[in-house]
């Protein structure tokens, strides 16, 4: 169990609060700014942020078995369609394959630790994937009917499957989704929205200390396993960026597996509470 002012500390800048819930596409954008990254539909059943978590305002969100009639559930979907429609934050299954938002000032981080460098994506990615790749790269922007057909590949777990090891790489983004005449999404190269943050090259021990910073900023405090939980990082890793932030005194290591932000109050004191 958390302390309850670390929780009270996650209900600030996690929007659990009704207070401070996220309300429409603005609103989102900032809470993903403030969180760093985030997991787009995950409810309170998953560790980490959540935007729809953050829709709801509440610490026990659950998502329904029905999300089309229910209110919070709509409203999530339509503020995660607009976030990746404007473009202004990273949108893609990266974290174990979910959709996440990132906040563009994190994508070297993540691109260090996820991404696939150009000269390894034929050691790396599977031929169906470097297919739809060099598809994409030629036309920078396509409808998932016209890229399955150019692609050639009609099994459509096989398709599915390219596309999310590219979301998961950085490689391939949804930029837009259409839901008329019939639901589809438009792809794109994530360099048309991101050139300069995914050229940026960045050590892999430094791109695990700012994760390890994003989150803990955020969560306030992390206890054993749970960053590795969150972002699908091996625990020694998760454990490398924790206790990089000891050495800095950006972090309080408090038991084996759990860190607490050294400057809390004054973290509390910027977010209002």
Known sequence: MLPEEIEAYRDRMWRRDPECRVEDVHSAERFIDDV??????????????????????????H??????KDPESRLAWTIKDDVM??????????????????????????NALWGVPRKLEKKYLSSDSQLILKLMRNEWEMGTRDLREASGIKERVRFDKALTELQKTLKVIPSEVLYEPTFTYIWSIPEARFADQLSEVVDREVALKEIARAYLA???????????????????EAGLGNWALVDEGFAERLAPGVYKLAKLELAKSATGT
């Open 36 to 61: 760093g990254f985030c997991e787009a539909l995950t409810d309170s059943r998953r560790p980490g942020p959540s935007l729809y978590v953050a829709v709801c305002g509440r610490r026990d969100a």
């Open 63 to 68: 998502m329904p078995r029905n999300v089309q």
């Open 85 to 110: 429609r404007r473009g202004r934050c990273f949108y893609g299954k990266v974290l174990r394959g979910r959709a996440t938002f990132i906040a563009p000032r994190l994508l070297p981080f993540f």
């Open 218 to 236: 955020g969560a306030g405090m992390t206890i054993r396993g749970e960053l590795a939980r969150v972002t699908g990082l091996r625990s020694p």
